[in-house]
């Protein structure tokens, strides 16, 4: 297959999350078809509800800094599907890409056929797949894994990680993971094996009971994570910090990725550094700054073409946005909006809403997403109406919030990364949409 097919085949298989089946029996024998690539690197795995990409992000900028041949793999992706790959800190080539795709397709075609598999795996454990297998191939000495949805049954946690990381638990995908925070925490606390090192962000008290008594049960020593940081504005979005860990102190850092949430993420990706440090990998203290300092996250607190992109779909996200916009940004604000269908939307809006001047409903080009029209019955109560706008496609809503907005005004557009993807895409490909 050429890059053009091996995307078309890939999104044949039905969208990552409607077509999601949870369990590593599939992504077990087709790993184990290729020769077990994963096993041929030292690799992290993070799960958590927020703050997943931007600490794979921070630590992804800290090894690489310190020369470490480096492998990432995050999503969703925005714009192309080879942001899921990164290798040496750049998204995979289309050429490689499609090159391992065919590779995983053939492999898993064969199972089908053997009967080892019922059916082909799904999109996300054949895009696992693909980037385990490109890693082995470029020689990295380490790779850093983005658990895609809870953690007991993600076609990540079949590559058995010798370090975790645990970022903040929150609701989301309650469908699927459970209505409680003990229940989430529990699928998020699955990624921890015994000797295997876990780094733990702050959590909610009935969260972290979970995550403390699956270490006690496995005989594993968390490595928690405090609140506690000094904290200095430099700038429009920008902050210096200093934190301690177990063994170190940093400070007057100015991290890359803005926002006083990224903290608490910037201190879980340290933390999981000086483990590995422990396990063998050289990493000072200069290339752990540097690493803080020149990270880069598409689509979370991003300017781009002038307008602000923050893909905050769950309570968390919204709750993080919102303290960033109090704190950081005072002009006129418009929000471009839109969400997926599962989503409970109530705390969301009630936390975004109220911030704008002027709001524009939308959907993103994606079989999950809630249509504009049945947004507007979502919105929080007493809410003027009258600043309220529905664009049926995301290229309509950036022409109406780009005319409804004053000069000194700023664009914001969120609620899903989906949707701050198709944005991206349209901008860059016209910046007069």
Partial sequence: MNFRESVKYLYGLGNEVLAMKLGLEN???????????????FKVQIAGT?????????????CLAAGIPTGAT???????????????????????????????R????????AGALETVPTFFEQATAIALSAFAEAGVALAILETGLGGRFDATTA????????????????????????????EKAAIIRPDTPVVVAPQESEAFAVIAGRCRELK??????????????????????????????????????????????????????????????EIKKQAILTGLETARHRGRLEYFRGMLFDGAHNAGGARALR????????????????SMRDKDLTEITAELFPRAETIVLTAAANPRSMPAAELINRLPEGLDRERVRVAETVAAALALARRLTPADGLICVTGSLYLVGEAQKLLAADDEI
Wanted: no cysteine.
């Fill in 106 to 113: 053939e492999t898993s075609e064969k199972l089908v056929a």
């Fill in 220 to 281: 594993v020593e968390p490595v928690p994570v405090g609140h506690e940081y000094e904290f200095e504005k430099t700038g429009e979005g920008l902050i210096a910090v200093g934190f301690a860990t177990r063994s170190d102190h940093y400070g007057g850092v100015v991290p890359g990725l803005p926002g006083r949430h990224q903290i608490v993420n910037a201190k879980v990706a340290v933390n999981l550094a000086e483990l590995l440090r422990d396990a063998g990998f």
């Fill in 50 to 62: 927020n703050g997943k990409g931007s600490t794979v992000a921070f630590l992804e900028s800290i």
């Fill in 159 to 186: 590559a058995r990680a010798e370090i975790v990381g645990i970022t903040p638990v929150d609701y989301d995908h309650q469908r699927i993971l459970g209505d409680s925070l003990a229940a989430i925490a529990a």
């Fill in 27 to 41: 992504i077990a024998r087709l790993l184990d078809a290729l020769g077990n690539p994963q096993n041929e690197y």
């Fill in 323 to 338: 303290a960033y916009l109090d704190e950081f940004v005072d002009r006129p604000l418009t929000l471009v909006f839109g």
């Fill in 74 to 104: 995050t999503s969703p992706h925005l714009v192309s599907v080879t942001e899921r790959v990164r290798i040496a800190g750049r998204d995979i080539s289309a050429k490689d890409f499609a090159r391992h795709a065919t590779l995983v």
